[in-house]
């Protein structure tokens, strides 16, 4: 009932964990069982280590959380020697976020993961172009089809390609990474927020603003899903703010093929498991067989 197939990548259930919210996987395994997540989205991955931003990494919002952690992480190698030998123990795809600052560095990632034993790439276009002055690939529809291009060249994997929302037309976008390629679009990726202690008039977070995410960002996100899986074909894996089986229903109606829980990983470390189960329980209380029976069926009449 609950399995899917996304781009190739075969999960038992639609629900993933989203990047850099549940570490490698690894870290909740004594909570969870991995054997039941739809399919693990590892922390976003680098080429070398990076030891991440200083100061106050994480903050707490009304109905959210900033985070300004600077894809602090081992580097590919760790990840391909002594992360995934312990994760094949487990029966879960295992998709790999990948950053980079140039075209170059996105296209010897994907090369150097092909043979991994990943399911798949997850490509985080929010990262800055060092080359075009510090600018998101994920803001310029040409940068982003370049990236796409150079990692699609360098694989054999699925490759889907992680959408920012601060942009000005996502959907534009979605095309664009589409037209290069991409076999899924996963989004959203984190809005950029800051907060300032008023006590001492300083910023909280020590990379002044970071990513915004959490409950109080799920409509803009079903909105966006909604907007891009109207404009493409391939597959879309929503997220953001996903805490319950209802929200994940939302992100399905709206078009999404998947979806990722994130935050909510922080608070309950069974969260995908028991959004799952509930969404589960939905399909059978309305007598529906699969999940692809709710994608896209929002009813705008």
Same mark, same amino acid.
């Given at each position: 009932m609950l399995s899917v197939n996304i781009a190739g990548i075969k999960m038992k259930t639609p629900v993933m964990t989203a990047s850099g919210t549940f570490g490698f996987g690894l870290e909740y395994s004594d909570f969870v069982d991995l054997n039941q997540v739809g399919a693990v989205v590892v922390k976003g991955t680098t080429l070398a280590p990076r030891a991440g931003n200083s100061g106050c990494r994480i903050a707490e919002t009304p109905a959210g959380m900033l985070n300004s952690i600077g894809l602090e992480n081992p580097g590919v190698e760790t990840l391909i020697e002594d992360i995934m030998p312990k994760l094949a123990k487990y029966d879960v795809p295992v #998709?790999?976020? #990948?950053?980079? /600052?140039?075209?170059?560095?996105?296209?010897?990632?994907?090369?150097?993961?092909? *043979?991994?034993? !990943?399911?798949?790439?997850?490509? *985080?276009?929010?990262? $800055? *172009?060092?080359?075009?002055?510090? #600018?998101?690939?994920?803001?310029?529809p040409d940068s982003a089809a370049q990236v796409v291009r150079s990692v699609k060249r360098n694989t054999g994997l699925p490759v889907i390609v992680k959408l920012s929302p601060n942009v000005g037309d996502v959907a534009l976008m979605a095309r664009a990474v589409e037209d290069a390629g991409a076999d899924a679009i996963s989004l959203i990726n984190t809005l950029l927020g800051m907060a300032i202690d008023v006590r001492s008039w300083k910023p909280v977070l020590g990379n002044i603003v970071g990513g915004f995410s959490g409950p109080a960002v799920k409509p803009v996100a079903v909105r966006m899903v909604w907007q891009v899986a109207k404009a493409v074909k391939v597959p879309v894996i929503g997220m953001g703010g996903i805490m319950t089986a209802e929200d994940a229903v939302e992100f399905l109606l709206a078009?999404?093929?998947? !979806?990722? !829980?994130?935050?909510? /990983?922080? !608070? *309950? $470390?069974?969260a995908a498991v028991e959004v799952a189960a509930g969404i589960q329980e939905y399909l059978a209380a309305r007598g529906l067989k699969q999940v692809s029976e709710l994608v896209g069926k929002v009813n705008l009449g």
């Open positions: #998709i790999v976020n #990948i950053s980079g /600052n140039t075209v170059e560095e996105y296209g010897e990632l994907a090369a150097r993961l092909d *043979n991994a034993g !990943v399911a798949g790439l997850e490509v *985080n276009i929010s990262c $800055p *172009n060092v080359k075009q002055g510090g #600018i998101a690939f994920g803001t310029c078009g999404a093929s998947a !979806v990722a !829980v994130g935050t909510a /990983n922080f !608070v *309950n $470390p069974y």
